[in-house]
T-cell receptor, first 114, second 110 residues
Framework: GAVVSQHPSWVICKSGTSVKIECRSL??????MFWYRQFPKQSLMLMAT?????????EQGVEKDKFLINHASLTLSTLTVTSAHPEDSSFYIC??????????FGQGTRLTVV | QKEVEQDPGPLSVPEGAIVSLNCTYS??????FMWYRQYSRKGPELLMY????GNKEDGRFTAQVDKSSKYISLFIRDSQPSDSATYLC??????????FGGGTRLMVKP
């Protein structure tokens, strides 16, 4: 199946700093990528839809200035958590749309803000 | 009421048992149905994908979709401890975003 690579797999950062997470589709071109957040023992919560070459579409309640999304190419989308705070600590997962429509996920990034 | 309902479990079974995981949904427009397996601290992994009603088998896994009842199932035969994970059902209409169930945590005991 298609491969989506996400980096880093885990990151610890100080409060107030910014963290960038990369999501790459390795063997297909993804016009649309999705970013999710997942809290322990809960399902995935869609944060935003990232379209190549245009602005991301954010879900209600997600701060676009806090979670910056860039989809500069058909194989790469990035999520930057700006001025991170401990409440931003979470598991972030990206997925990329294949012909099945959003079937493949990255490995996830565990962010811990101290 | 959630659009997709899934029992959170945990579901605990002995090794070798047949596992039945289920989801119900309310949106009759859903056409594509998927099951994902998610290990702790990992991204979801696509297990099975089914279009419309019917059965699909892949090794020890069988996915069933009953659109008339708005009910989908995943069966795991000869369950193994390595099958212990959270299983997420997901579904969508073509071109639309996936709607996930809440996930069922499965524990297979040796």
């Amino acid at each position: 199946g298609a491969v989506v690579s996400q980096h880093p797999s885990w990151v610890i950062c100080k409060s107030g700093t910014s963290v960038k997470i990369e999501c790459r589709s390795l063997d297909f071109q993804a016009t649309t990528m999705f970013w999710y957040r997942q809290f322990p023992k809960q399902s995935l919560m869609l944060m935003a839809t990232s379209n190549e070459g245009s602005k991301a579409t954010y879900e209600q309640g997600v701060e676009k200035d806090k979670f910056l999304i860039n989809h500069a190419s058909l194989t790469l989308s990035t999520l930057t958590v700006t001025s991170a705070h401990p409440e931003d600590s979470s598991f972030y997962i990206c997925s990329a749309r294949d012909w099945v429509a959003e079937a493949f996920f990255g490995q996830g990034t565990r962010l811990t803000v101290v | 009421q959630k659009e997709v309902e899934q029992d959170p479990g945990p579901l605990s079974v002995p090794e070798g048992a047949i596992v039945s995981l289920n989801c119900t949904y309310s949106n009759s427009a859903f056409q594509y149905f998927m099951w994902y397996r998610q290990y702790s601290r990992k991204g979801p992994e696509l297990l099975m994908y089914t279009y419309s009603s019917g059965n699909k088998e892949d090794g020890r896994f069988t996915a069933q979709v009953d659109k008339s009842s708005k009910y989908i199932s995943l069966f795991i035969r000869d369950s193994q401890p390595s099958d212990s994970a959270t299983y997420l059902c997901a579904m969508n209409n073509a071109g639309n975003m996936l709607t996930f169930g809440g996930g069922t945590r499965l524990m297979v005991k040796p």
